[in-house]
């Protein structure tokens, strides 16, 4: 089972910032919180990951809670081509493997 | 840089009749290997996962097999379709170090008739 929580979908403007909540309260002292997306009929890709600090790349911010609870992952300025599945996950495993939820829909809408 | 390919890209099959999927990673060395199947709307499933030649866990029992004849090659199997075996299969490909992120492939899409 999944050990995150997201909303099944999001809308979003574009041009404005995509905020994209996940919930793992039982995330544990030495899992990794990471970020996929699906684009529609595409293998999903790597977005961004972090253990406690908030982490930025080229393609997003995350924002990782004191507890670690919860997190963010924030798109900065949405474009249409942001319109995809985002997945939340958590793991650490001898062979990383990661188990993937339903995720949040992300419409960016023009 | 590294590159994952997988084909075929789709592949429509049979009920019964045998399938080969095959992945190869170029541009790294002794990756752990991947396969995931999505159902239609759902989410990812691992089905194998490898760290070395010849070496293969199964996360879900199926009628699908893996298996890692070199380095870089992963390939899913079956002796006989079922209807329940169509979906999307991703093969991804991680370092060999625990907190590394996967990488997938372009994926097949599988529908078996």
């Known amino acids: 089972d999944a050990k995150t929580t997201q909303p099944t979908s999001m809308d979003c403007a574009e041009g404005r910032a995509a905020n994209l909540p996940c919930n793992h309260s039982?995330?544990?002292?030495?899992?990794?919180v990471y970020w996929y997306r699906q684009i529609h009929s595409q293998g999903p890709q790597y977005i961004i990951h972090?253990?406690?600090n908030n982490e930025t790349n080229e393609m997003a911010s995350l924002i990782i809670t004191e507890d670690r609870k919860s997190s963010t992952l924030i798109l900065p300025h949405a474009t249409l081509r942001d319109t995809a599945v985002y997945y939340c996950?958590?793991?650490?495993?001898?062979?990383?493997?990661?188990?993937f939820g339903t995720g949040t829909l992300l419409a960016v809408q023009p | 840089s590294q590159t994952i390919h997988q084909w075929p890209a789709t592949l429509v099959q049979p009920v019964g009749s045998p399938l080969s999927l095959e992945c190869t990673v170029e541009?790294?060395?002794?990756?752990?290997l991947y396969w995931y199947r999505q159902a239609a709307g759902r989410g990812l499933q691992l089905l194998f996962y490898?760290?070395?030649?010849?070496?293969i866990s199964s996360e879900v029992p199926q009628n699908l097999s893996a298996s890692r004849p070199q380095d870089r090659q992963f390939i899913l199997s079956s002796k006989k379709l079922l209807l329940s075996d169509s979906g999307f299969y991703l093969c991804?490909?991680?370092?060999?170090?625990?907190?590394?992120?996967?990488?997938f492939g372009p994926g097949t899409r599988l529908t078996v008739l």
């Open positions: 039982t995330i544990s002292g030495n899992e990794y």
């Open positions: 490898s760290v070395g030649i010849g070496q």
């Open positions: 996950i958590v793991g650490r495993g001898a062979t990383n493997k990661l188990i």
């Open positions: 541009g790294t060395s002794n990756p752990n």
């Open positions: 972090g253990l406690k």
């Open positions: 991804a490909w991680s370092r060999d170090r625990g907190t590394d992120t996967q990488y």
